[in-house]
Structures are given as structure tokens and as C-alpha cells.
């Protein structure tokens, strides 16, 4: 079935490097890739998302790249700080079939 | 203005209870979802409704029931709670058809942290 991969399940980084968290998909008909970032007790939400169209989008201190060909994509933040820290989750989805599969999350801790 | 709110926020009752939780959008979408968040912060789905019709059913104990009454309400009914229903149940919401090209964003609910004791 279906099937989204993402690591690492935790990230430590010293508050101004930068943070990766990878994620693979399973099916090649995935059109939409969002990422979700969830505080503690929080609802998750939306930080970013790219579509199978683009192979990369950025928003002030966060980039999603997407590889179709590889069937990965990455979330990347620069310059992190201590508000960054959360659990977050890649997901695909594919437009008309109402599935979203979400990865396993990465919880990242900005240390101080 | 809240976009998806949900009812109660915590729940916490004995094995072999029949409880329910409640979950409104306001932003006029058509696609509503139950997702099931474990202790190990698994997001997984368990339904999706469009327009009132059940669309997606992953596996979940026919214990579970969902409840559609109009597509900006899906409510969430659970017989003879067990022990392992114990998690953070989030409602969410999406502009999806079958005829969209690309998924969309979901909106995500504040959640419902179920306890069966």
C-alpha cells in the first residue's frame, strides 16, 4: 500500500544551524507534499507544501525540494530557533482521492 | 474566528463506555476527516467524508462510527471504549473533489485527548 517514509525521528541542532528532515513516498501518483509542524498540544499545521509541478519552493527560513524522480522530499530551515522546536510531518497526497499519508514525524529540539 | 473546532477537548472515561466527539468547520469545505494520533505521535487516518458520504474507511473497529448530519459537521462515535482507544483524536477539513488536480491543504482541529481507563 501506500506508504510515506521520513527521518530522522529526532533532530537536536544548535539554535542557528540549519535542519534537514527527509521523506520518501511510495506512490508515484502523489502530487502534493505538505509539511505540517505541531507544537506540543497543539494541532498541526501547515508550514509549507510544494506541488509535483515545482521542484522547489522557499519561504523566508524554511525550502521544501522535491525529487519526482527519486519520489523524495526534504524539508530544510535555516538560521533555527528555540520557537522551531515542535514535531514535524511530511505528507503526499494525490488531487480526487481524498488520501493523505502522513510520515512517521521528526521531532526537532534548537538547543540554546 | 475558529476554522475547525471539535468537542469535548478531553475525555476521560472507563472501559466499555459508549462516548462521542464532535467536530464543526467553518470554512465551507466539503471533505472532513478523523485521524487517530497515538503516544508515538502516528498520525493516522481512520475516515474521510465528502459531502456528507463516507469515503474512506482504513481499517477502523466497527466499534468506531462517524456521522456526517451536513458537510460542515462529522461526528465520531465509539462503543465499548478499550484500553487501546486511548489517544488525541483530530478532526480536520479540506476543499477536495474528485476532481481536484492536486490535494490541499488540511486544517487541522485543537484535537481531543481521550482517556480510557
Known amino acids: 500500500g501506500e506508504n510515506v517514509e521520513q527521518h530522522p525521528s529526532t533532530l537536536s541542532v544548535q539554535e542557528g544551524d540549519s535542519a534537514v528532515i527527509k521523506c520518501t513516498y511510495s506512490d508515484s501518483a502523489s502530487n502534493y507534499f505538505p509539511w505540517y509542524k505541531q507544537e506540543l498540544g497543539k494541532r498541526p499545521q501547515l508550514i509549507i507544501d510544494i506541488r509535483s509541478n515545482v521542484g522547489e519552493k522557499k519561504d523566508q527560513r524554511i525550502a521544501v525540494t522535491l525529487n519526482k524522480t527519486a519520489k523524495h522530499f526534504s524539508l530544510h530551515i535555516t538560521e533555527t530557533q528555540p520557537e522551531d522546536s515542535a514535531v514535524y510531518f511530511c505528507a503526499a497526497s494525490w488531487g480526487g482521492t481524498y488520501k493523505y499519508i502522513f510520515g512517521t514525524g521528526t521531532r526537532l529540539k534548537v538547543l540554546a | 474566528d475558529t476554522a475547525v473546532s471539535q468537542t469535548p477537548k478531553y475525555l476521560v472515561t472507563q472501559m466499555g463506555n459508549d462516548k462521542s466527539i464532535k467536530c464543526e468547520q467553518n470554512l465551507g469545505h466539503d471533505t472532513m476527516y478523523w485521524y487517530k494520533q497515538d503516544s508515538k505521535k502516528f498520525l493516522k487516518i481512520m475516515f474521510s467524508?465528502?459531502?456528507?458520504?463516507?469515503?474512506i474507511n482504513e481499517t477502523v473497529p466497527n466499534r468506531f462510527s462517524p456521522k456526517s448530519p451536513d458537510k460542515a459537521h462529522l461526528n465520531l462515535h465509539i462503543n465499548s471504549l478499550e484500553l487501546g482507544d486511548s489517544a488525541v483524536y483530530f478532526c480536520a477539513s479540506s476543499q477536495e473533489s474528485t476532481l481536484s488536480l492536486f490535494g490541499n491543504e488540511q486544517f487541522f482541529g485543537p484535537g481531543t485527548r481521550l482517556t480510557v481507563l
Open positions: 467524508y465528502n459531502n456528507k458520504e463516507l469515503i
